[in-house]
């Protein structure tokens, strides 16, 4: 079975200061990756996603996310946080082929300080 | 663009009431699938759907019925409302694997 841990349920960075939310998962087959991103009141949108080619991925917003098959981790990171950037954060897993089924994370709640 | 549009975004109900939650999405999607949020949980998938007449069970199915008659159409049912199906739905599309679009949610009370 696929799942999916997210670890720190909040996450507090200074403006300017580096992201990293960190996401491992558990999958018995090479895993679809996902970070999606949702503001207050609002659903959520796909940030990036790992989807076996490169493993150093680019998102929007500039987002990153490294695929570590080793230590079973994509974490996210951004190098200088802003304020717009608070929001949660939600890793999700699938499998090939099985389009619109994700396993989600608990989600991190990440808030910026000026 | 609608996207993908829910309906209600807001609704309370009466333990045992029964009611659907609608969603259309207006991108001749193949795969459709419902989620609820609750704190601390994240998301997790209640009944997903990869074409017209074809649905299969999430992870929380239990309490909820669905159908898919049309591409476009995916409606939630709670047959028989209880308090702990009090909680924020989404209903999601997407044309592969590779991105869902969201809605902007229906959330749910249930006294």
């Known amino acids: 079975a696929q799942s999916v841990t997210q670890l720190g349920s909040h996450v507090s960075v200074s403006e300017g200061a580096l992201v990293l939310l960190r996401c491992n998962y558990s999958?018995?087959?090479?895993?679809?990756l996902f970070w999606y991103v949702q503001y207050p009141n609002q659903g959520l949108q796909l940030l990036l996603k790992?989807?076996?080619?490169?493993?150093l991925v680019k998102g929007i917003n500039g987002f990153e996310a490294e695929f570590k098959k080793s230590e079973t981790s994509f974490h996210l990171t951004k190098p200088s946080a802003h304020m717009s950037d608070a929001a949660e954060y939600f890793c999700?897993?699938?499998?090939?082929?099985?389009?619109?089924?994700?396993?989600f994370g608990q989600g991190t709640e990440l808030s910026v300080k000026p | 663009n609608a996207g993908v549009t829910q309906t209600p975004k807001f609704q309370v109900l009466k333990t045992g009431q029964s009611m659907t939650l609608q969603c259309a999405q207006d991108?001749?999607?193949?795969?459709m699938s419902w989620y609820r949020q609750d704190p601390g949980m994240g998301l997790r998938l209640i009944h997903y759907?990869?074409?017209?007449?074809?649905?299969d069970q999430g992870e929380v199915p239990n309490g909820y019925n669905v159908s898919r008659s049309t591409t476009e159409d995916f409606p939630l049912r709670l047959l028989s409302a209880a308090p702990s199906q009090t909680s924020v739905y989404f209903c999601?599309?997407?044309?592969?694997?590779?991105?869902?679009?969201f809605g902007s949610g229906t959330q749910l009370s249930v006294l």
């Open positions: 759907s990869v074409g017209a007449g074809i649905t």
């Open positions: 999958s018995s087959v090479p895993p679809y």
């Open positions: 999700a897993v699938s499998k090939n082929n099985q389009g619109g089924k994700l396993i």
């Open positions: 999601a599309s997407s044309a592969t694997n590779e991105k869902l679009f």
């Open positions: 790992y989807t076996s080619a490169a493993t």
């Open positions: 991108m001749n999607h193949e795969y």
